[in-house]
């Protein structure tokens, strides 16, 4: 046996495996070879000894589980990059230090397979997903290699099998001439991560079949179109189906079905039976169409409430599992998301079943991305070259050929981020001519010549309008045919609202324009889980990494941790925020009209599986609640309904009157129980906080500086001071999209120094009601800063503070002689910072939560009574940053270790609004110069901020930076809080 060349550097596709199949279940039986595997690791192809591994001498070797990455698995150490690189860009040539993972398992073939055979049948040797390059072995003999990472291949492997002791073997590249076209966004994470299976096939068998539902809205009524690979018996015992269908292509007439939606996911299960074999699969009754530049499913238009998902998980990586699958699904339901993009590549199978089944709309991505070449102007992309035409064309035909049976896959996308050229249409030809079911997308090529939506990523809420408007222009002056059609399509925001850190900012603003324009058929968050891996640390406790964390000499950070969820599936403020803004009902509840407006936004159905409860809390107090009769409204309707008596609100209270109106699911559904909250409108009226006749303190309870010795029963250890800067969240360490050439929001401060100011306590006096301190505070070097003056009294319930806070000087680059750029320095917030003896214990509060907002991300909070424990105080960003805040704050306990003080707003412009309070472990310094969550130190004091303002925080990682009508440019106010003992 001559020794096999690893060819890892050659244009084209995988060879010897047979021609990609659709994704049937199938009675025919099956043998997972999932379990341990003999592994061994050389460092690259060069180096992978041609010994006698291939027929199973695997002496001295090590063992690894199978589906699973190596470098995961103890051999190696993940690495991350984005757009950039790992390895120069010399296709199809990989770098030489490239490591050749391989794998050997012994196996006997179970009899079920074995009876199959003997009778005549076949077996094939199945893999779903192997990084990045494989040659397959069987007993010695190489049947082919594989291309695509994410792509199943399946190699006939009858005449090769002995049955038993029969030695499997796979030899593994991590990187080949396939890294070219898979430069996704994530951890390069190689090896057969994805399962291993022989499979049976039987003489006479289904050996492939395509089964799908189409419904016409227009008479109520379905057809089942088969295509099949033999004469078959189709039967749909639901529907009274039952009869034979030829090989090749037929139509089935359905009769009067229940249609598939997100909304109304029906499934009827669908078996094709030979006397060999039954193949069954569940089938939803759905059209999609782009109708006049609306995207429509079953005649109606949809709006598409999206994330985009990567696989991951923070201890295996892309190895898929049933649970976590499920959990992100469930999670996404539970939170008004009705569709999801599989970036960048085919998810595992499963994945699809999960959504058929839940009810989520899919735009099914190919495994392709070649966005290293922007770093070369995309010169050489192979997206434009010839020579690649089979290898792209091979990725789409195994996407959309296993996963063509699935309702919910609405869209079939070409990739992600490959530039334009003639594969990308010959991937979009081979689709028209394989399936019209579905749409086409792509977003890297912005003239949609090949597609049937029009897509972008990250373009401005302006931007979008003008999309929206059908005024949107990217050849001006060639307003031709093809422009003139891209005009007509439906708009699809492929990436929007980048949820990196505290983020993201502005997401309300783009919903508002979806909502407003016919055209615009909605958007995909990026995205929706962190992809942080975990790590033991050097105290034995889980820690999560980065790029960089792993020694890569080429990395991109923490931008691999962006997600709406964390890496554990932790729900972040943005998911709260944004299932907010896309919920499927809007209630706006109008107090003085004693009625409420409710607007049904599903596409479907109508409002008569929710259940509307109000519910009155007069400071804190439930004092009347209710069930409304709600007439059903219809999909995408409006309805007023009336508030019943009881159900008012009135001025008098002294924190809040509150009326909130809670949508609810009536009954429980796969995805949420019974009473699952899916939409809430609220009305508030602020109360009117009293406070008794002043005097001025008692001098020793303050320092010489005119600072309060202890607030409540809590030590003071640093301040009260005024603060207007953050710990820079990631949006404020990149220049938004809109402001590319300006330097990024946290450049600006340093630069300000607004993160180092000094205070200069100008005057203490007393007078006969108050203790009235005088204090400029300003930056080094410059003279602009804050003055404020502090009147502090001691009133029967406790210590008042009044303050008044003046901006001084100017608030702009106007000192940098010649600056290119004018900028202003907006602030971050306004507010007072304290830092009070002991470690945060947690805090109640009056405001609007549970959890943080800040003014860009305030849909998902309520107002309430909440109490938020020491875990829940702020946001575990797995690079620390600012977090936390609680807006419309009238009155809170804050609670450490040492004691505890309530404050409350009892004066000033805050009086309606509130204040937003902050309570933190640690403070400003020591979050914006810890890299990572798991190395901040174990709190000893509590940091708290009481802001009259504070600014957005935009998505400017990609994207927008915070919109103006969000920012917090230099201003002057004035407020007083009481503080007392608690
Ligand atoms: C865009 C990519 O499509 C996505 O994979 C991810 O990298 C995201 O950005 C950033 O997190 S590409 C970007 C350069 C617009």
């Not at 049904?600 to 409002?607: G, I, K, M, P, S």
Request: proline share 6%; aromatic share 8%.
């Amino acid at each position: 046996m001559s020794a096999p060349v690893f060819d890892v550097a050659r244009i084209g596709p995988g060879e010897g495996s047979i021609a990609p199949r659709t994704r049937l279940t199938s009675d025919a039986p099956t043998q997972s070879l999932d379990g341990r595997w003999r592994f061994r690791l050389s460092p690259s192809p060069a180096l992978a000894p041609h010994d006698g591994w291939t027929a199973g001498d695997t002496d001295g070797w090590d063992e690894i589980a199978v589906p699973a990455h190596w470098n995961m698995s103890g051999f190696g150490t993940p690495a991350y990059s984005n757009v950039q690189f790992p390895f120069p860009i010399d296709p199809p040539y990989p770098p030489d230090e490239n490591p050749v993972g391989d794998y050997v398992r012994r196996i006997d073939v179970d009899d079920a397979i074995r009876q199959v055979t003997d009778a005549g049948g076949r077996v094939l040797l199945r893999f779903d997903g192997i990084e990045s390059a494989a040659d397959v072995f069987v007993n010695g003999t190489r049947l082919g290699s594989t291309r695509g990472s994410r792509l199943t291949h399946e190699f006939d492997v009858t005449d090769h099998l002995t049955g038993t002791g029969d030695v499997v073997a796979v030899r593994v590249a991590q990187f080949s001439d396939g890294t070219y076209l898979e430069n996704q966004d994530m951890w390069w994470l190689p090896g057969i991560f994805r399962s291993v299976t022989l499979l049976a096939r039987p003489v006479g068998g289904i050996d492939d079949a395509v089964v799908t539902g189409d419904f016409d809205h227009e008479t109520g009524r379905g057809a089942v179109e088969v295509t099949t690979s033999a004469d078959a018996v189709l039967e749909i015992a639901e529907l009274g189906i039952r009869q034979g269908v030829p090989a090749g292509r037929s139509t089935v007439d359905a009769g009067e079905v229940g249609p598939w939606s997100a909304e109304t996911p029906r499934l009827y299960t669908a078996t094709l039976r030979t006397a060999s074999e039954t193949v069954s699969v569940r089938i939803g009754f759905r059209r999609v169409r782009a109708d006049d530049g609306v995207l429509t499913l079953n005649g109606r238009p949809i709006m598409l409430r999206g994330v985009n998902r990567h696989e991951h998980d923070p201890d295996r990586g892309r190895v898929h599992t049933t649970e976590l699958a499920r959990r992100d699904l469930v999670l996404m339901k539970q939170h008004n998301i009705n569709a999801v993009r599989t970036s960048h590549y085919p998810p595992h199978a499963e994945l699809l079943d999960l959504a058929d089944e839940l009810g989520l709309y899919v735009i099914d991505e190919c495994d392709l991305e070649t966005h290293e070449y922007e770093y070369v102007s995309w010169r050489g992309n192979p997206s434009d070259d010839p020579a690649w035409e089979a290898s792209f064309v091979d990725r789409i035909r195994r996407t959309v050929t296993r996963d063509r049976t699935h309702p919910s896959v609405i869209m079939w996308s070409l990739g992600n981020e490959s530039g334009a050229g003639c594969n990308i249409r010959a991937m979009a030809r081979w689709v028209r001519e394989n399936d019209g079911t579905r749409l086409i997308h792509y977003e890297g090529d912005h003239s949609s010549r090949d597609t049937d939506v029009y897509s972008r990523m990250y373009a401005s809420h302006d931007e979008v309008r003008r999309i929206g408007e059908e005024a949107d222009e990217i050849a001006p002056a060639d307003i031709g045919a093809a422009e003139l059609r891209r005009r007509s399509l439906p708009f699809v925001h492929c990436e929007f609202g980048h949820a990196m850190g505290n983020s993201p900012g502005g997401v309300k603003e783009y919903w508002d324009l979806y909502e407003r324009f016919p055209r615009l058929a909605g958007g995909f968050i990026w995205e929706w889980i962190e992809h942080a891996i975990a790590v033991e640390d050097e105290h034995g406790r889980r820690a999560f990494r980065y790029g960089g964390d792993f020694g890569e000499s080429v990395h991109d950070h923490n931008f691999v941790i962006d997600g709406l969820i964390s890496a554990d599936r932790d729900v972040r403020p943005g998911l709260v925020d944004y299932a907010a803004i896309v919920a499927p009902v809007v209630i706006e509840v109008d107090a003085a009209r004693r009625r409420i407006r409710l607007q049904n936004r599903y596409d479907h159905v109508d409002t008569s599986h929710l259940a509307f409860r109000w519910r009155r809390e007069v400071d804190g107090e439930t004092v009347a609640h209710g069930e409304l009769t709600v007439p059903a409204v219809g999909p995408r309707q409006r309805a007023e309904v009336p508030l019943p008596d009881e159900a008012r609100v009135v001025s008098g209270s002294s924190v809040a009157d509150v009326l909130t109106v809670d949508a609810v699911l009536r009954e429980g559904t796969s995805w949420a129980s019974a009473g699952h909250v899916v939409a809430t409108g609220q009305h508030v009226a602020a109360g009117t906080p009293r406070v008794g006749q002043a005097s001025a303190p008692e001098p020793d309870e303050f320092d010489r500086r005119g600072r309060p010795l202890r607030l409540g029963s809590l030590g003071v250890v640093d301040g009260p001071g005024i603060g207007i800067w953050r710990a820079p969240t990631d949006n404020d360490l990149f220049p938004g999209w809109d402001e590319p050439t300006l330097p990024p929001m946290a450049e600006r401060w340093a630069l300000a120094r607004i993160d180092r100011m000094q205070t200069r306590v100008r005057s203490v006096e007393s007078d006969a009601a108050a203790l009235v301190v005088d204090t400029r505070v300003g930056a080094p070097s410059f003279d602009s800063g804050v003055d404020a003056l502090w009147r502090w009294s001691t009133v029967p319930e406790g210590l008042l503070l009044e303050l008044d806070l003046r901006s001084i000087g100017s608030w702009d680059n106007s000192w940098i002689e010649k600056a290119p750029f004018s900028w202003t320095v907006d602030w971050a917030r306004l507010g007072i910072d304290v830092t009070f003896a002991g470690a945060p214990v947690g805090m109640e509060f009056a405001g609007y939560g549970p959890g943080p907002s800040y003014p860009d991300t305030a849909s998902g909070v309520q107002f309430g009574w909440f109490d938020a424990g020491a875990d829940d105080l702020v946001t575990p960003h797995v690079r620390p940053q600012e977090s936390g805040s609680r807006r419309g704050v009238r009155t809170a306990v804050i609670r450490t270790t040492e004691g505890g003080v309530r404050v409350s707003v009892v004066g000033g412009e805050a009086l309606d609004a509130g204040v937003a309070l902050t309570v933190s472990p640690w403070d400003r310094t020591t979050l914006s110069t810890t890299s990572h969550a798991s190395l901040l130190p174990t709190p000893t004091a509590t940091h708290v901020s009481i802001d009259i303002a504070q600014s957005g925080v935009g998505t400017a990682t990609c994207g927008p930076g915070v919109l103006p009508r969000h920012r917090l440019p230099a201003r002057d106010a004035s407020f007083a809080l009481l503080f007392e003992t608690a």
